[in-house]
Structures are given as structure tokens and as C-alpha cells.
């Protein structure tokens, strides 16, 4: 009976301490890009209807210890900072690499259905592949694989079915993948294989495709890419246009670190 109990009321204090990170980092984004200080996440909290559609999901198999969510803050920073610059920046186009069980994915197709504007495209590679692809290789957060997460499983299994309409998934490696979109992507989030040559591909994927577009890298210091990136040694890309914010997370032991950029033109 303990455990559970001690379990609960750590879950509940750092769901208050990514509330505060996250509402810090929201701040830090409007300051740096010159935008109103909307915060967005204050109606979203309130929406019952979102946190109870991921729970009945999460029930519906047993990959998750956790059972239930109480609130979007028991999620990560990373996931309730897109919701709100989904909602700040109103993209028409969404461009994701990286899906697993579709928790990121379910945040940006809500911020998109409250927006009443927008589609979102996601590249994953189906986990019955990932021997094919990976081999032994270690991927995923922290070059993990999820062994939890089994052969037979979709992509985004946890999506809410009711935010499904405005979504397309496509299998396949991005480097297979995102030459043959052809439409304009106005946020572009990494969050697939963290090697430094897909990282760089897949932003300069993304940047050919629309020099204007918003990215965001997860586990962006997991190789030197984006310092790259944004050094002023790069003449290739270094542009004083550009500016960056980080992304703080709160881990299971109640560490901050800073864990993705957002990188966009001011
Ligand atoms: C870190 S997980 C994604 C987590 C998810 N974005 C979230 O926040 O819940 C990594 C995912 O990237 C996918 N992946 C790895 N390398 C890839 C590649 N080259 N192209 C497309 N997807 C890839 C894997 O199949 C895996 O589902």
C-alpha cells in the first residue's frame, strides 16, 4: 500500500514542478521571439475529455505502469511546451519524425484541433522493423530500445481516436521518407534517431523544404549537430536571423535538465 501512496505524491509534486518549468519556458520563448505571453496550457488543464481519452488507451494494454493520469502536467514539459507554440503559432503544416507510442503525437494533433486549423504528417519506423533497421543498435531516448513496447504494436497506438482526422502516419526510415513530401512544413520536430548524421539530414531536410520553418530537436545534446548549427563557425547556416529556446524536463527523480531546442528565425 505504500508504494503506491509514495508513488502518488511523487507524481504529484513533479507535476508541479513542470508546471513551473514549463510556464518559465514559455516565458523565455515570448521574450526571445517577441510574442505576447499567451499561455494556452491554463483551458488545456481544464479539458477532462483529452486526459481521460489517453487514459482509456493506456488501459487498453499493459505497456504503461502507470495506470491513470491525473493531468497533462503529470506528462512531460517537452509535450505541453509544443501544445502551447502549436497554439501560438498556428502551423497549417506539422512534420514529426519519431512516433513510438504517440504521446508527443497526441499533444500536437489536440493543439491542432483546438487551433480548428492545421494537419500533421509523422515518419516512424514500424517496431516490427526495427531489427531490420537497428540491428542491436541502441535508439530511442537515452539509446534505449523500449522493450516494453512489442513487435506487433502501430505506431501511436495511444492516439485518441477523436484527434485522428487531421493525421498522417507514414512508415519508413526519414531518409526514405521525407524526400517524397512535397508540401510545405512549417514546424518540423526531430524526435527519431538521434545520430548526428540523422539529426543533420533531417534538418536540412527541412530547412530546403521551407528556409522559414520552425524545429524543434528532442534530446537536442545527444551529438553536437545543433551547437553546430547555430555556432558562427557555420557559414553554411549561421544566420543572426535565427534564435533558439530550450526545452527543460523534470526526470523521475525530480532533476531539471534541459532537454530540446526550439530553433526558429526571429
Ligand atoms: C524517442 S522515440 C519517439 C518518442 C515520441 N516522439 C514521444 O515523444 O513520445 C523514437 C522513435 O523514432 C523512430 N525512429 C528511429 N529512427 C528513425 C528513422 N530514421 N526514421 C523514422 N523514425 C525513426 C523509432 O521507431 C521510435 O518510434
Known amino acids: 500500500m505504500i508504494k503506491p501512496l509514495v508513488m502518488n505524491i511523487k507524481d504529484k509534486f513533479r507535476a508541479r514542478l513542470v508546471k513551473e518549468y514549463l510556464y518559465s519556458n514559455i516565458y523565455m520563448y515570448c521574450k526571445k521571439f ?39 502536467y503529470e506528462l512531460s514539459i517537452y509535450r505541453n511546451f509544443i501544445y502551447n507554440y502549436i497554439r501560438d503559432a498556428k502551423p497549417s503544416l506539422v512534420l514529426e519524425t519519431g512516433v513510438l507510442h504517440g504521446l508527443t503525437t497526441s499533444w500536437i494533433l ?3 484541433l483546438d487551433n480548428k486549423k492545421g494537419k500533421l504528417i509523422s515518419v516512424d519506423i514500424k517496431r516490427a522493423d526495427w531489427k531490420k533497421y537497428f540491428g542491436n543498435k541502441k535508439m530511442g531516448p537515452g539509446y534505449e530500445p523500449d522493450l516494453k513496447f512489442p513487435n506487433y504494436e502501430a505506431s501511436g497506438w ?3 481516436d477523436y484527434l485522428k482526422k487531421n493525421w498522417k502516419l507514414i512508415y519508413g526510415p526519414s531518409k526514405k521518407i521525407l524526400p517524397k513530401i512535397n508540401k ?25 523544404n521551407n528556409p522559414n520553418t520552425s524545429i524543434i530537436i528532442d534530446n537536442y545534446d545527444m551529438n553536437s549537430y545543433s551547437f553546430e548549427f547555430l555556432s558562427k563557425k557555420n557559414k553554411d547556416y549561421y544566420n543572426p ?26
Open 184 to 208: 510545405k512544413v512549417d514546424l518540423f520536430i526531430h524526435d527519431s534517431d538521434h545520430s548526428y548524421s540523422n539529426v543533420k539530414y533531417e534538418i536540412n531536410w527541412a530547412l530546403k
Open 34 to 72: 517577441y510574442r505576447p505571453n499567451r499561455n494556452f496550457l491554463i483551458p488545456f488543464e481544464k479539458d477532462k475529455k483529452f486526459i481521460s481519452k489517453i487514459n482509456e488507451k493506456v488501459n487498453s494494454n499493459n505497456f504503461f505502469t502507470k495506470r491513470k493520469f491525473e493531468s497533462i
Open 241 to 266: 536571423k535565427y534564435n533558439y529556446c530550450l526545452i527543460n524536463e523534470v526526470n523521475e527523480d525530480l532533476k531539471y535538465y534541459d532537454s530540446a531546442i526550439l530553433i526558429k528565425k526571429i
Open 110 to 112: 489536440k493543439a491542432l
Open 158 to 160: 495511444i492516439v485518441p
